[in-house]
């Protein structure tokens, strides 16, 4: 699938809405099953570290590609994915922007584990 419908279909599952978890868990699975990266995640800012959140896809040891993840102008959380190119990086600062409001979630936890 293309860069352009991943976004699609990625637009189509925020503006849908509903529990932040869900959205950022069908968000991850989109940048694995439609956008191709072989492992997808978000890692939530906790106590000034992070802390991993939803993902998909199998964990391996190629390159990461990590894009922050601001709310009002906060780091509220990092987007990661696996064998991105340089050319992915508008892409996925689009999708940090898409799920900055979703991520509130994992920063207000107040250091409380994501539940998988």
Do not use: K, N
């Not at 809405?17 to 991850?28: E, F, I, Q, S, T």
């Not at 439609?34 to 106590?47: N, T």
């Not at 990590?66 to 709310?71: A, N, R």
């Amino acid at each position: 699938m293309t860069q352009a419908a991943a976004i699609e279909a990625i637009e189509a599952i925020v503006e849908r809405g509903g529990d932040a978890d869900d959205v950022l868990r069908a968000v991850v699975a989109a940048l694995h099953e439609q956008a191709g990266y072989p492992w997808a995640g978000i890692h939530f800012v906790e106590d000034g570290g992070l802390v991993l959140g939803p993902e998909s896809g199998e964990a391996g040891a190629a390159p990461r590609t990590t894009v922050s993840v601001s709310w009002q102008g906060e780091r509220v959380a990092e987007l990661a994915v696996e064998s991105a190119e340089d050319v992915d990086e508008p892409f996925l600062e689009r999708v940090a922007q898409l799920v900055s409001g979703h991520c509130l979630v994992g920063w207000d936890t107040g250091g409380e584990p994501w539940e998988s």
